[in-house]
């Protein structure tokens, strides 16, 4: 099956910074999703980026499927974005998730 | 438009119970997905619903299963509940199934 990596698999950042996740993954796929599931644990959609580059507003996304990565790009960050950032890939019926990043933002 | 609905959104049973879970899809998706989440495995996929048909199957035991009903709503059970079945259960819903998936907030169930 798919394997699929997430890195850095912990980030501290202090508000206001910037940060870069990536998300890789063995083998073609048909669809990529991000994900931020907040400390409630309810999961948020980011991005649906089977390929090229997206922004919503402070977020941003690349992915680059022929080399078969992914990249979340969060700007500014703030206290709010602290929690864990899954990407997903749909690789044949499957929906597979990457062991995310958790991401802490101090004040 | 409404979002993904789960209930209920917590549940506490003890070992040899079962339970069933309820997922309500944003109106017009068809597809149902559900996941199970603990800390040592993390998001796993169980499987998936379109039209009322499992479509696909994860690697779970067959105490897992499930059902999608005409309307598009999807539920699933869980029997002879062991301890290693505690988890937040999320549901996923899609217009079909290679199109994003927006989730319910899920279903955390404790078994003691």
């Known amino acids: 099956g798919i394997q699929v990596e997430q890195s850095p698999p912990d980030l501290i950042l202090q508000e206001g910074a910037n940060s870069t996740l990536r998300c890789n993954f063995s083998d073609s796929v048909n669809n990529l999703q991000w994900f931020h599931q907040n400390p409630w644990g309810q999961l948020i959609n980011l991005f649906y980026?089977?390929?090229g580059t997206k922004q919503n507003g402070r977020l941003s996304a690349t992915t680059v499927a022929t080399e078969r990565y992914s990249l979340l790009y969060i700007s500014s960050s703030q206290t709010t974005d602290s929690g864990v950032y899954f990407c997903a890939v749909r690789y044949g019926q499957n929906f597979v998730f990457g062991p995310g990043t958790r991401l802490s933002v101090l004040p | 438009k409404a979002g993904v609905t789960q209930t209920p959104r917590y549940l506490i049973k003890t070992r040899g119970q079962q339970v069933t879970l309820s997922c309500s899809p944003i109106s017009g998706h068809r597809s149902v997905s559900w996941y199970q989440q603990t800390p040592g495995q993390g998001l796993q996929f169980l499987f998936e619903y379109f039209s009322e048909t499992q479509r696909n199957k994860g690697n779970f035991p067959g105490r897992f299963s499930g059902r999608q009903f005409s309307n598009s709503r999807s539920e699933m059970n869980v029997s002879t509940l062991e301890l290693g079945d505690s988890a937040l259960y999320l549901c996923?819903?899609?217009?079909?199934?290679?199109?994003?998936?927006?989730f319910g907030d899920g279903t955390r169930l404790s078994i003691l």
């Open positions: 980026i089977p390929s």
């Open positions: 996923a819903s899609s217009p079909a199934g290679d199109q994003p998936q927006h």
